[in-house]
């Protein structure tokens, strides 16, 4: 089955403590990206990456690292959570295009974090 | 600066009563616009992919259509199931691939 993993889906942690989220597509997709949803606020992309070893910042990307070193996976890093970082976070991949078309985006089942 | 803006932010319908969620853009040039689904607690669903002004594209009761400012998504005769928060995106053509997404819209259908 076609899909996009994360792991954990609920995570309660403490100001400070390093965690990783992982994401994983099995669709061979080049294109990855994580966003967070708030309420009110929507999805806000965080980083997104066209390709292995290719990432670059969306419209929040303060206190979140990103690595891309194989094509499937995707990790979302926060070296130092705060409470403002308490969201529920999506990873997405999609096909991309050399061309100036794009694809629709498809969605993991989402991270509910809590930072105290 | 990129921004999608999505209205109303909520709609109450009866059952067979048709109605239009409205998304409006700006970007300095458009690679694609999106409508997705979202159900409570889950990650967004595809449903239309639109790239030029004029273009429409229908699936079940939803007809999504574009215009150089703005999206519609048209619902006719909804039914309960169609309860759901509408989500509307871009990609602008200005060098990177970042995604825009609009707050959104919760659709109510009651039967």
């Known amino acids: 089955e076609a899909q996009v993993t994360q792991n954990p889906r609920y995570l309660i942690t403490v100001t400070g403590k390093k965690l990783t989220v992982t994401c994983s597509q099995n669709?061979?997709?080049?294109?990855m990206s994580w966003y967070r949803q708030d309420p009110g606020l929507g999805l806000r992309q965080i980083y997104y990456s066209m390709n292995v070893e290719v990432t670059d910042k969306g419209d929040v990307p303060e206190g979140y690292k990103v690595s891309r070193k194989e094509k499937r996976n995707f990790p979302l890093i926060l070296e130092s959570p705060s409470p403002n970082q308490t969201s529920l976070y999506f990873c997405?991949?999609?096909?991309?295009?050399?061309?100036?078309?794009?694809?629709?985006?498809?969605f993991g089942p989402g991270t509910r974090l809590t930072v105290t | 600066e990129d921004q999608v803006t999505q209205s109303p932010e909520a709609l109450r319908l009866q059952e067979g009563e048709s109605s239009s969620l409205n998304c409006s853009y700006t970007v300095s040039g458009l690679r694609g616009l999106f409508w997705y689904r979202q159900d409570p607690g889950k990650g967004p669903e595809f449903l239309f992919t639109?790239?030029?002004a004029g273009e429409e594209k229908e699936k079940e009761r939803l007809k999504a259509t574009l215009t150089k400012k703005e999206s519609f998504l048209h619902i006719t005769a909804p039914k309960p199931e169609d309860s759901a928060t509408y989500l509307c995106?871009?990609?602008?053509?200005?060098?990177?691939?970042?995604?825009?997404f609009g707050a959104g819209t919760r659709l109510f259908v009651k039967a």
């Open positions: 669709m061979n997709h080049e294109y």
């Open positions: 995106a871009v990609q602008a053509d200005t060098g990177g691939f970042k995604t825009i």
């Open positions: 997405a991949s999609s096909l991309s295009s050399p061309t100036h078309y794009s694809y629709e985006q498809y």
């Open positions: 639109l790239y030029s």
